[in-house]
């Protein structure tokens, strides 16, 4: 996954004329790696010159859309037909959400079809209410897939262990030569590093004093002063494969259970969101 910039959520129409061919293009053709862009607001056509330079996907969360219903208008006329209709907040929100998902999809719809669905996804989380309830999630994922028949929810796989609570948006990064590995910062100085197809921790390593984030270099940065070089030629094994610590975490167990913790007590009102 990879943040590509800032777009503001504009009031009406899109935002800018077709782009020409990008590294993001490169990016796909050469090394096989597809980028994402982390964030959709209304009106969804703001997309389209993302499309245009080589973004083949979307990825959204609850955090992501609190930030669009609260700073732009365009929410307003449906979400007050929802209240008085007689839809809880919750409902609503879902509801505002799934518009959005299904407008999206439809934009992707080109290259979700000449991908033979390879490409051309728009995920959306479901609720941080059930970050520890697997049963929950997996009815859930089910629910939304069917609510949203225009496109596919990418549920394939869910990456646990680390703690996005003190940030928007936490930026993530494939690794290896074809991408098959995931990394990701976390809000405890830590970051993780998943294998991509089984969703299996396999290594986690003090990244920073706080809140680092992951590029492909790779290298962490966070909100100290320090930017940190990481190499891949290590002798020491990490504690996640059985090895001694070396510059891994080595009480990995004990460091997933107190992000997850945190997760859960910061999450249990997730939603707020104001009837203008």
Not at 118 to 128: C, H, K, N, R
């Amino acid at each position: 996954m990879f943040l590509v910039s800032v777009v503001r959520c504009s009031a009406s129409g899109g935002n800018g004329s077709a782009a020409k061919r990008t590294t993001l293009h490169d990016l796909y053709e050469k090394e096989g790696q597809s980028p994402w862009y982390d964030n959709l607001c209304r009106p969804v056509t703001d997309l389209l010159p993302f499309i245009a330079r080589g973004v083949r996907g979307v990825t959204s969360n609850p955090a992501i859309f609190q930030k669009a219903i609260s700073t732009s208008n365009a929410y307003n006329d449906q979400f007050r037909t929802l209240v008085e209709s007689g839809k809880d907040i919750e409902s609503a929100y879902w509801e505002l959400v799934v518009k959005d998902i299904q407008d999206a999809c439809k934009l992707f719809e080109p290259i979700y079809d000449q991908t033979e669905a390879e490409d051309g996804y728009v995920s959306v989380e479901v609720s941080p209410r059930l970050a520890d309830d697997t049963n929950g999630t997996v009815e859930a994922s089910k629910y939304q897939t069917v609510t949203i028949p225009e496109g596919a929810i990418d549920m394939k796989r869910r990456y646990v262990g680390h703690c996005n609570i003190g940030t928007d948006i936490k930026q993530a990064s494939f690794l290896g030569q074809r991408g098959e590995y995931i990394a990701c910062g976390s809000d405890d100085g830590r970051w993780f590093i998943w294998e991509k197809q089984t969703g299996r921790l396999m290594k986690v390593l003090v990244g920073d004093e706080a809140v680092p984030s992951v590029d492909s270099v790779v290298a962490t940065s966070g909100i100290d002063n320090t930017i940190k070089m990481w190499s891949p030629i290590a002798s020491v094994p990490s504690i996640v494969a059985g090895g001694s610590a070396g510059p891994a975490t080595a009480n990995v167990v004990e460091a997933m259970e107190s992000n997850q913790q945190k997760l859960s007590r910061n999450r249990e009102n997730p939603l707020l969101i104001i009837v203008l």
